[in-house]
C-alpha cells in the first residue's frame, strides 16, 4: 500500500473506531477488544495514541474529517 493510500486507511479506521465508542451495539468495550486482537499488533500503538489526540481535539469521528 503507498503512503497516502495508508494514511486514508489508517485515518478512516481511526474515525470507525471514534464513532464505534458511542454505539450501543458495541461500545467502548469492544473498542477495547478490537485493539486486543493479534490481527491489529502492527497497528495498534499508533492507533491508540492517535484515537486519544483526535478525542482530545473534540474529533466525533466524522467522515473525512481529521483534526
Do not use: N
Not at 500500500?1 to 458495541?26: K, Y
Not at 469492544?30 to 484515537?51: E, Q, S
Amino acid at each position: 500500500m503507498t503512503g497516502l493510500l495508508e494514511t486514508q486507511r489508517h485515518q478512516c479506521e481511526v474515525r470507525t473506531l471514534i464513532r464505534a465508542r458511542r454505539e450501543p451495539s458495541r461500545g467502548e468495550e469492544w473498542v477495547r477488544g478490537y485493539l486486543r486482537d493479534p490481527k491489529v499488533a502492527g497497528r495498534r500503538a499508533a492507533l491508540i495514541r492517535d484515537i486519544k489526540g483526535q478525542l482530545d481535539k473534540g474529533s466525533t469521528g466524522k467522515e473525512g474529517s481529521w483534526l
